[in-house]
């Protein structure tokens, strides 16, 4: 749940800082990172609401953006910085939910530009 907490948290400072991007999607990009940060600091430890989710919502505001018209070019190489970030903390996730970790299925993601 904090590395989901960690990418929404980034994923809204990010997204609120670029004056490209439309107030409506800054608005629920900080909606859910608000959400995050109040249920990780409630302590609730059972809960529907999982890091898959989480990070499904965070993906949602990302795809969103990548089918934006005229984003500029920096915008864009943002917009996939973060979509690459939802993508290896889905698959970091998944292999967590899936118990041990058996090494051979490990490989390195690659890094970020």
């Keep these: ?5 960690m990418i929404a948290s980034i994923a809204a400072s990010v997204i609120g800082a670029d004056t490209n991007i439309p107030a409506q999607i800054k608005s629920i990009a900080t909606a859910i990172s608000s959400a995050i940060a109040a249920l990780v600091k409630s302590g609730v430890t059972t809960s529907p609401v999982t890091a898959s989710t989480i990070l499904g919502a965070i993906q949602g505001v990302v795809d969103s953006l990548k089918a934006l018209p005229g984003l500029p070019t920096q915008t ?4 996939s910085d973060l979509d690459q970030a939802v993508q290896a903390a889905l698959k970091a996730d998944a292999l967590a ?8 299925l490990v490989k390195p993601e690659a890094p970020l530009p």
């Design 97 to 104: 939910v899936a118990g041990p970790v058996d090494p051979t």
């Design 1 to 5: 749940m904090n590395l989901a907490l």
């Design 76 to 79: 864009l190489e943002i917009v």
